[in-house]
């Protein structure tokens, strides 16, 4: 191998998926996919960081002429001279413009991926096309790209065989996932004895990157659950002046949940540029990976714990917390006063069900006419409606906020990393049908065992009382990045729209 970087050329017929194979391998969704033959003109090299390189090359122009031409070429031990002479003489030659682009990699030191359409016929071009590459000498994989019928793939694989030395894999290159593509850069290593141990070694870096990035990931979740989960807003309004003091509670609740929904956007914003996704957004309420928002209904009914598990974690919640109704659930709009402890929790959850609580107004604790002492016992509606000039909405207490959150981080990540990068759609996450694939795959927070979501919630309430320590978050990282790894290796197919 003749480069330091681990290189193939992505070679095959006009139009059989070429380009999509080259952006899905090397995570660029930038790389020009279009259904016209001939779109790719000229070999354009696309990086997988440093630990391979892709040459995505134009289709073969005159394959029966240029094979013709290489065969009568003298025999040589150098098997790559006869296409160096071949350059050399149809440099200017337009009627061998397509192979010279092509053979240029190759004669640099490239290793061959040939990419073949499953749901195609195998022609006697292909065939010609096969003999060439044969002659070559180099080290070659041969590449079905099922991204249609698979009327063909028997044939092809018949085909293959003899001139790719069994090297032959079937990939799909719109729905490839991680271990898809890990699967084939490491199939690489077999394509040559001389070549193996410096693919091998660029396939681990790949995976040990990968791992990188799952923790990562787990770590902007738990970053997004500390700040969400402890967020506040504040304003001033007139004790004196109820309208107005009405007024001003609803925007600054509107201000609240526009602050958190940022939040969550930026996390989500995040997972997606891990994982090298351009087209994916989730960047402004405008533009947001999910259709549904943060704190609309169906978010609420859909995502997080199911009614018999609120209500167990309710009770655990509230006896580590001793937490009132209202400051759980934001009951004041049933005109109860506080219940504390796990029983409060527990019949706040059954009452409630998985509606979203609504946000609470209140007075801070030293501020206005309530002492702190009422404070712990008098509804947050009475206290609004006593005055002081203060106010402040959240942290909100809502026990299924956090696992609503951390659904909704989970279902980015899933798509992202399942999400192969030759797709060219825009993509919006709806509620009902990510549940519906989460929940085929066993990753939803209701799916998780017991004895996890009864640590995490433990996490979540020391997170709400402040008392969140740097172990707890190492704890809390762990468990997720486990179930982001586990989650990872598994194929997750969505839907495309």
């Known amino acids: 191998m003749t480069t330091s970087i681990p290189t193939f050329a992505i070679v095959g017929a006009v139009n059989h998926g070429k380009s999509s194979v080259v952006s899905t391998l090397a995570e660029d969704d930038q790389v020009p996919i279009d259904a016209q033959a001939g779109w790719t003109e000229k070999s354009e090299a696309s990086s997988l960081r440093d630990f391979f390189v892709f040459y995505d090359t134009p289709g073969f122009q005159n394959a029966f002429e240029a094979l013709a031409e290489l065969k009568e070429a003298p025999r040589s031990a150098d098997h790559l001279k006869r296409f160096r002479e071949f350059i050399a003489r149809h440099a200017n030659d337009k009627e061998f413009e397509a192979e010279c682009q092509?053979?240029?990699?190759?004669?640099?030191?490239?290793?061959?991926?040939?990419?073949?359409?499953?749901?195609?016929?195998?022609?006697?071009?292909?065939?010609?096309?096969?003999?060439?590459?044969?002659?070559t000498g180099q080290p070659r994989l041969a590449v079905i790209n099922r991204t249609g019928s698979d009327q063909y793939v028997a044939d092809w694989k018949q085909h293959l065989r003899a001139d790719f030395n069994n090297a032959v894999r079937e990939f799909n290159a719109h729905r490839a996932s991680f271990p898809d593509r890990i699967e084939l850069l490491e199939a690489l290593a077999d394509t040559d004895h001389a070549w193996k141990p410096a693919l091998s070694t660029a396939a681990e870096k790949v995976r040990v990157e990968w791992t990188d990035r799952v923790r990562d990931c787990g770590e902007i979740i738990v970053d997004l659950l500390t700040t969400a989960l402890r967020h506040h807003e504040s304003g001033l309004a007139s004790p004196d002046n109820q309208k107005l003091r009405k007024d001003a509670a609803e925007k600054l609740k509107e201000k609240y949940m526009l602050a958190v929904s940022k939040l969550e956007t930026t996390a989500h914003s995040r997972i997606i540029a891990l994982f090298r996704h351009n087209l994916v957004k989730a960047g402004s309420s405008s533009d947001p990976i999910f259709s549904e928002d943060l704190f609309g209904e169906d978010t609420w009914q859909i995502f997080g714990l199911n009614e018999k598990q609120l209500i167990k974690h309710a009770a655990v919640y509230g006896a580590i917390a001793g937490a009132s109704v209202d400051v759980l659930f934001g009951l004041h709009s049933l005109g109860l006063?506080?219940?504390?402890?796990?029983?409060?929790?527990?019949?706040?959850?059954?009452?409630?069900?998985?509606?979203?609580?609504?946000?609470?107004?209140?007075?801070?604790?030293?501020?206005?006419?309530?002492?702190?002492?009422?404070?712990?016992?008098?509804?947050?509606?009475?206290?609004?409606?006593?005055?002081?000039?203060?106010?402040?909405?959240?942290?909100?207490?809502?026990?299924?906020?956090?696992?609503?959150?951390?659904?909704?981080?989970?279902?980015?990540?899933?798509?992202?990393?399942?999400?192969?990068?030759?797709?060219r759609d825009a993509v919006t996450l709806r509620a009902s049908q990510l549940k519906r694939v989460l929940e085929t795959h066993e990753a939803t927070s209701e799916q998780w065992s017991q004895e996890n979501r009864e640590k995490v919630e433990k996490l979540f309430a020391a997170i709400r009382k402040e008392s969140f320590s740097r172990e707890d978050r190492d704890t809390l990282r762990r468990m997720i990045t486990e179930r982001l790894a586990d989650l990872g290796t598994r194929r997750i197919e969505f839907p495309v729209e």
Not at 108 to 125: F, K
């Open 102 to 135: 092509l053979f240029a990699p190759l004669i640099a030191g490239a290793g061959i991926i040939y990419v073949v359409d499953g749901s195609r016929p195998v022609l006697d071009i292909n065939l010609a096309e096969m003999e060439i590459l044969r002659l």
């Open 337 to 423: 006063f506080a219940l504390s402890g796990a029983a409060g929790g527990a019949g706040a959850a059954f009452l409630v069900g998985k509606s979203r609580p609504a946000l609470t107004v209140d007075i801070p604790i030293g501020t206005g006419k309530v002492p702190s002492f009422l404070k712990r016992i008098v509804p947050a509606k009475i206290r609004f409606n006593l005055g002081g000039s203060a106010l402040v909405v959240g942290p909100y207490r809502a026990i299924n906020f956090p696992w609503i959150l951390l659904d909704r981080a989970i279902g980015t990540f899933c798509y992202v990393v399942n999400r192969a990068h030759a797709r």
